[in-house]
Structures are given as structure tokens and as C-alpha cells.
């Protein structure tokens, strides 16, 4: 399947500070859409960006879309323990629809 | 009210045996699908059905058959289980498929342990 690679696998960061994670596609996508799931939890969705360029908040996340719609980022600012958690990125292609290789994200306070 | 629920929560069995997992959707979705999450995370699709009818069905296992009664039920059954098969099963539906502008909205999960 078209699975598309996130980077980093994994994320330690200090309360307070940003965070970043990479949605990359070899091929062009015709939309995206970026999933939190806490741990023992469900995939909850959060977002779907569709144009090139696309840039979207929702309070400290900041989610983008590549102008070439190749990749996609998500990126907190002055991260808190509540953001703790697996940040996914997903996209539809005709019938499929897949699931990144997700960034497990542990928040230090 | 719960939108996706699926029963059981946990769900241990031994190797061999046949199991059953329930998923009903009160939001009045037109998909339904069923995802496996592995120990790394990773989400797999493994079935998808619109208005009732089986749509994408990826490389798994015939032991694994999906059933839907009707568009708010897809329940999936597993026959002669295998320890490989230990996962958490998500079930979820969106309005249409790839999940428009709304996505997918899962249920809390089955963890399956066969021993």
C-alpha cells in the first residue's frame, strides 16, 4: 500500500518546547488529514488539508501542506503534558486509505 | 451516547479457537471499516463496507471475515486464531469513504491477546 513515512518514529521533548512531525509522500496527495491517539486510546481526527500550501491552527498546532502536496507537517508550540500521544497522518487514494507510520511523542515535565 | 462502540474491550484467547468482534455506529455513517493496530503502532486497513457491501478488503487472512447486518453494525469474525494474530482491532466509520472533511471516527478498541 501507499503508506507514507513519518518522521521521527519517536520524540522526547522538555515541557515547553516545540515539536515537529513529518508526513512524506513519494507520490502526490490528494488530501491529508492528521489523527492524535493517546496512549490506551483511539485514533481521535483532528484535521484534513486538501489545497497546496495549505496551513491551518487549531491553538498550538499548526498544521501544513506541501505546495508540491508531497508532504505534510504538524507542528506544536510550547508543548504540554497533555499533548503526550501518537500523531498520525492519513490520506485517501481512489478506494484506499492509509495511515502514516505515525511519531510517538513523550512530553517531559 | 457512545458514536463507535465495539465490544469486548479485551478479548484473551487460546490459539485455535474462533472469536467474534462487535461494532455498532449510532452517527448514521455510510462506511464502516476495520483497522488492526500492531505492537508498533502501525494501522493496517483490513476491511472497508459502503451500504453494505464490501469495498476494499486488503491482504488478510480468509480466516477473517467481516459481517455487516446493516449499516450501523460491522462485526468481525476471526476463525482458528494464532498467536500472530494478538492486536488492537479498531473499528471505525466516516461519511463516506476517505472520511471528507470530518474523518474517521474510531471506537476505543478490542485488545486481542491469544495465548
Known amino acids: 500500500g501507499q503508506q507514507v513515512m513519518q518522521i521521527p518514529q519517536y520524540q522526547h521533548v522538555q515541557e515547553g518546547e516545540d515539536f515537529t512531525t513529518y508526513c512524506n509522500s513519494s507520490t502526490t496527495l490528494s488530501n491529508i488529514q492528521w489523527y492524535k491517539q493517546r496512549p490506551g486510546g483511539h485514533p481521535v481526527f483532528l484535521i484534513q488539508?486538501?489545497?497546496?500550501?495549505e496551513v491551518k491552527k487549531q491553538k498550538r498546532l499548526t498544521f501544513q501542506f506541501g505546495e508540491a502536496k508531497k508532504n505534510s507537517s504538524l507542528h506544536i508550540t510550547a508543548t504540554q503534558t497533555t499533548d503526550v500521544g501518537t500523531y498520525f497522518c492519513a490520506h485517501g487514494s481512489g478506494n484506499q486509505f492509509y495511515f502514516g507510520t505515525g511519531t510517538s511523542l513523550t512530553v517531559i515535565p | 451516547d457512545t458514536a463507535v462502540s465495539q465490544t469486548p474491550k479485551y478479548l484473551v484467547t487460546q490459539m485455535g479457537n474462533d472469536k467474534s468482534i462487535k461494532c455498532e455506529q449510532n452517527?448514521?455513517?455510510?462506511?464502516m471499516y476495520w483497522y488492526k493496530q500492531d505492537s508498533k503502532k502501525f494501522l493496517k486497513i483490513m476491511f472497508s463496507y459502503n451500504n453494505k457491501e464490501l469495498i476494499i478488503n486488503e491482504t488478510v487472512p480468509n480466516r477473517f471475515s467481516p459481517k455487516s447486518p446493516d449499516k450501523a453494525h460491522l462485526n468481525l469474525h476471526i476463525n482458528s486464531l494464532e498467536l500472530g494474530d494478538s492486536a488492537v482491532y479498531f473499528c471505525?466509520?466516516?461519511?463516506?469513504?476517505?472520511?471528507?472533511?470530518?474523518?474517521?471516527?474510531f471506537g476505543s478498541g478490542t485488545r486481542l491477546t491469544v495465548v
Open positions: 471505525a466509520s466516516s461519511q463516506k469513504f476517505g472520511g471528507a472533511a470530518y474523518g474517521y471516527t
Open positions: 452517527l448514521g455513517h455510510d462506511t
Open positions: 488539508l486538501v489545497k497546496s500550501g
